[in-house]
């Protein structure tokens, strides 16, 4: 493992000298992402999951980046977002929760099939979804093919989500600290750097898009590695640098503030982009201040802020501020589609809104997230070719779908 690390360092060293733009390339790479909706459990309290997934990424061990305390990074039993992953030769097909929060690609013992490709290196991992062995195989993301791919085989998970593994999209430092009997700085190339690394794309970049839909099951993302795919966005993509503050710089971290109108709901701080959080999850001072700023109450039922038709046709929009941009969130973009209420235990023809309290209050150097609900209003980029993540509209910003 060391060679392949060392060869990493010398690489990403490399990029850090010669950052230019990211191209945009003519056939990128990319893959469908399916949401899904589990429908099975009846009324889920999809607030819940979002808020204990923020309290595990939160609660990071500063020395060694890991999360072995115990903490477990909740996903959500109702609503993920997977893409499908081949592993092995002949590949089985694994439909795997797209997490930029995490870093580790792994399947769960029970399900992994394996082949001929398919080592077992012997090396404990203990990564904050549980642990296993870690093995190297084949790992398949549309035509592309990686080789020796270092991933996760599971045994003991507290993972409670709907898919039976997770593609870990995040930073590469996150996998400091799980692979057991190794110096704590050791790390994992994630599937992206190998794709880098085994020279099939140029830049480690990956594109995000997600469509609103307002169907219990579709496939209406899409994740493009080595570059951004032109054909979903409008206008520029603009750029912001991940942001020093710890411990949201061990995600997909910037700063940024929002206001509503012209009140101001947070001032300026670092917070994380995260497609594995469906909400936009606010520290609790700036949620009291969206509450008071429109009119809102708090559902018992769902957890979610309910406001009436009246007060939605005075909503105005919520302005994420990121360096000289601003993100509007339109009203119709800051409620859950009301075709699906039901299916959060919600009342039909209720219009609940998506933003919602982190739990904790500003200052603590992670105090938003802006997940699934802003990543399918905004084509978002997380490059760490440059150190930065982008945004851009899309034909869906303004939709109404909602
Ligand atoms: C992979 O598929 C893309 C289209 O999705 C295509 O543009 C590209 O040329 C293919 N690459 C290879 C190596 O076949
Ligand atoms: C669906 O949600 C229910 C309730 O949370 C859970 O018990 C069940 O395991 C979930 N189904 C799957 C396939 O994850
Ligand atoms: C983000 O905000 C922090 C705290 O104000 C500041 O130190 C830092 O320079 C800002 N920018 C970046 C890229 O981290
Ligand atoms: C933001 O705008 C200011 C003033 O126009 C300009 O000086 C600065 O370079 C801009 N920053 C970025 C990151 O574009």
């Known amino acids: 493992m060391f060679p392949a690390a060392s060869l990493l360092t010398i690489l990403l060293l490399a990029l850090s000298i010669t950052a230019s733009p990211v191209e945009i390339r003519d056939s990128p790479i990319t893959l469908p992402i399916a949401r899904r909706l589990n429908t099975s459990g009846g009324t889920i309290n999809l607030l819940q999951h979002d808020q204990s997934r923020a309290t595990a990424l939160k609660t990071v061990d500063r020395d060694t980046l890991s999360r072995r305390t115990g903490n477990t990074v909740a996903t959500n039993d109702v609503v993920c977002y997977t893409a499908a992953v081949g592993i092995g030769d002949p590949a089985t097909i694994y439909n795997l929760l797209v997490d930029t929060g995490s870093s580790l690609t792994w399947v769960s013992a029970a399900s992994y099939v394996k082949t001929s490709t398919s080592v077992d290196t012997g090396r404990p991992i203990s990564s904050s979804y549980g642990s296993g062995t870690e093995y190297t195989d084949t790992v398949t993301l549309g035509n592309l093919t990686i080789i020796q791919q270092p991933i996760g085989v599971i045994s003991e998970s507290t993972f409670t989500g709907i898919t039976v593994g997770v593609i870990g999209i995040g930073p590469l430092d996150l996998t400091e600290g799980i692979l057991g009997g190794s110096p704590p700085t050791a790390t994992i190339p994630t599937v992206t750097d190998n794709l880098y690394i085994q020279d099939m794309i140029s830049q480690i970049v990956v594109g995000v898009s997600f469509e609103p839909t307002t169907s219990e099951s579709d496939t209406n993302g899409e994740l ?18 991940l942001t020093t503050t710890e411990p949201a710089s061990y995600y997909w971290g910037i700063n940024e503030s929002i206001t509503y109108g012209s009140t101001t709901i947070l001032s300026e701080t670092a917070g994380i982009v995260d497609t594995g959080t469906t909400l936009i999850l606010i520290a609790s001072n700036a949620f009291s201040a969206y509450q008071s700023a429109t009119g809102a109450i708090e559902d018992e039922t769902t957890g979610l802020l309910l406001i009436t038709s009246t007060q939605y046709s005075a909503l105005m929009n919520l302005n994420f501020n990121v360096g000289n941009n601003t993100y509007a969130l339109t009203p119709n973009g800051q409620i859950w589609p009301r075709a699906l209420n039901t299916y959060i235990g919600g009342s ?20 938003f997230i802006n997940g699934y609900t802003f990543l399918e209003r905004f084509y978002s980029i997380f490059d760490t070719t440059n150190s930065q993540v982008g945004f851009a509209t899309t034909a869906y910003t303004t939709a109404t779908t909602n």
């Open 224 to 241: 493009t590695f080595g570059g951004i795919d032109a054909t979903k966005y409008t206008g520029a993509v603009a750029y912001t640098p």
């Open 348 to 367: 039909t023809n209720y219009i609940y809104l998506i933003i919602n309290d982190l739990g904790t209050p500003s200052g603590e150097g992670l105090d």
